[in-house]
């Protein structure tokens, strides 16, 4: 975990610290499915304020911090606001296929469900 | 939700009852990702007293009753034992590619941290 001496430094996992079951954890909200899927899609980073989620700020604020901390984002303060995007190198190179296999059940699903 | 009223069946969800944060959170502990792996392995059924995991007796039938409920495996009784299966015609026709992913995670990840 890099150390956060400044309380504006956020603390993450190194690559070498990211777990499976931490990330599969990570990975098992909705809300989060939500924000893993449309950072994925995006061009660079998004602000947690991009996303209007369901939830209140304090859920929504405790959900980014769930992925950072298992590492699957990574969070950085722009200013005041906080810039997340999704670690897609280090998951890819720890676990080769495992995030487009997540990302594609999530749009079937929401196919299915026709929630998309 | 199959009902169990008999209460030597177990309840399962059905195929279009099972959703892909579910099996996200069933997935994401060591105990469970261990289980699946014998189970993805295995010839055939496995007991639950096959699984020599280092938690209790009861720890383990809450991995098995996690795994079950959430659609991971399916769980019958043969005289006293219980018996598990992988649904892996449920998971792979629900989220193609998904839990081969998986399991090809838990196997680098073994290798990577000297524990397979």
Same mark, same amino acid.
């Given at each position: ?17 990211? !777990? ?7 990975? +098992?909200?909705?809300?989060? $499915?939500? #924000? #893993?899927?449309?950072?994925?899609? %995006?061009?660079?980073?998004? +602000? ?6 369901? #939830?209140? &700020? ?6 980014? !911090?769930?992925?950072?901390?298992? /590492?699957? =984002? !990574? @969070?950085?303060? @722009? /200013?005041? %606001? &906080? ?9 890819? %190179?720890?676990?080769? /296929?495992? $995030?487009? +296999? =997540?990302?594609? %059940?999530?749009?079937? @699903?929401? @196919?299915?469900?026709?929630? +998309?």
């Amino acid at each position: 975990m890099t150390t956060a001496t400044d309380a504006r430094v956020l603390a993450h996992p190194t690559r070498d610290e990211i !777990r499976l079951e931490n990330v599969l954890h990570a990975l +098992s909200d909705p809300m989060r $499915l939500r #924000v #893993v899927r449309d950072l994925a899609t %995006a061009e660079g980073d998004l +602000s947690c304020s991009y996303f209007d989620l369901p #939830v209140t &700020k304090s859920t929504t604020t405790h959900h980014f !911090r769930v992925l950072r901390e298992n /590492g699957v =984002v !990574r @969070q950085v303060y @722009q /200013g005041t %606001a &906080k810039m997340n995007g999704l670690r897609r190198d280090d998951l890819d %190179a720890l676990f080769p /296929g495992l $995030l487009d +296999s =997540v990302l594609g %059940a999530v749009e079937r @699903q929401a @196919q299915r469900l026709g929630d +998309s």
